[in-house]
Nanobody, 128 residues
Framework: QVQLVESGGGLVQAGGSLRLSCAAS????????MGWFRQAPGKEREFVAA????????VYADSVKGRFTISRDNAKNTVYLQMNSLKPEDTAIYSC?????????????????????WGQGTQVTVSS
């Protein structure tokens, strides 16, 4: 049974930083590309960042490029999202997701429908 558990969310002032973690279990972690997505109140879920299964290739949404960094530690079965220079518009529930990629280790996908397993999410609130 695949489980993805996010942590690290909270309340922070604009300009501050947070680091989110997503701990995975029930899967061969190194065979999965991982992504971060977010959903703000009243809005659709949107792509934030993704990383391929070996960690050598990343993709970012334009809205977070230069501020957020996705990384992974396959020895710990964990993917991270370092968020710097946070803005009020970053306020959302952040979820991690896994996509099976045993036969592919190139540029990861930013498509919501390409991911198979999802965590429950962690709330990030940025005050002005």
């Amino acid at each position: 049974q695949v489980q993805l558990v996010e942590s690290g969310g909270g309340l922070v002032q604009a300009g501050g930083s947070l680091r989110l973690s997503c701990a995975a279990s029930g899967l061969t972690f190194s065979s999965y590309a991982m992504g971060w997505f977010r959903q703000a109140p009243g809005k659709e879920r949107e792509f934030v960042a993704a990383i391929n299964r070996s960690g050598g290739s990343t993709v970012y949404a334009d809205s977070v490029k230069g501020r957020f960094t996705i990384s992974r530690d396959n020895a710990k079965n964990t993917v991270y999202l370092q968020m710097n220079s946070l803005k009020p518009e970053d306020t959302a529930i952040y979820s991690c997701a896994a996509r099976y990629a045993r036969l592919y280790n190139g540029r990861p996908s930013g498509g919501i429908n390409d991911y198979n397993d999802w965590g429950q999410g962690t709330q990030v609130t940025v005050s002005s």
